[in-house]
């Protein structure tokens, strides 16, 4: 079994910059992605920013230039660096998994940003 779990977030006023955490425990296999996904307030959940095993990245365009995925495979931890924050960054972030074999998914439970304006 593999779990996630998010830490770092918090409430910020725009333009202030927080940094998210996911650790994995568990059995966990290689090659994978991880990425990191947000739901704001009645919305569906939406990708936020992706990265392969290797270090491949890819972000959502709402973000790009702000935010940055990176990842410590020896530490299985998956940051997200959010700058520049505005409003309507405010959302529940996800950490997510999926290993590249079997498509297994696994999610964290979830970390509430909030900023204001």
Known sequence: QVQLVESGGGL???GESLRLSCAASGILMAPNTMAW?????GKQRELVAT?????STDYADSVKGR???SR??????????????KP???AVYY????HTYSGNVY????TQVTVSS
């Not at 530490?75 to 997200?80: A, C, E, F, G, N």
């Not at 950490?95 to 999926?98: A, G, P």
């Not at 999610?107 to 979830?110: D, H």
Request: overall charge positive; proline content about 2%.
């Open 12 to 14: 910020v006023q725009a």
């Open 37 to 41: 996904y947000r739901q704001l307030p």
């Open 51 to 55: 990265i392969s095993n290797g270090g």
């Open 67 to 69: 935010f940055t995925i």
């Open 72 to 85: 410590d495979n020896g530490k299985r931890t998956v940051y997200l660096q959010m700058n520049s924050l």
């Open 88 to 90: 309507e960054d405010t």
């Open 95 to 98: 950490c997510f998994r999926r």
């Open 107 to 110: 999610w964290g439970q979830g």
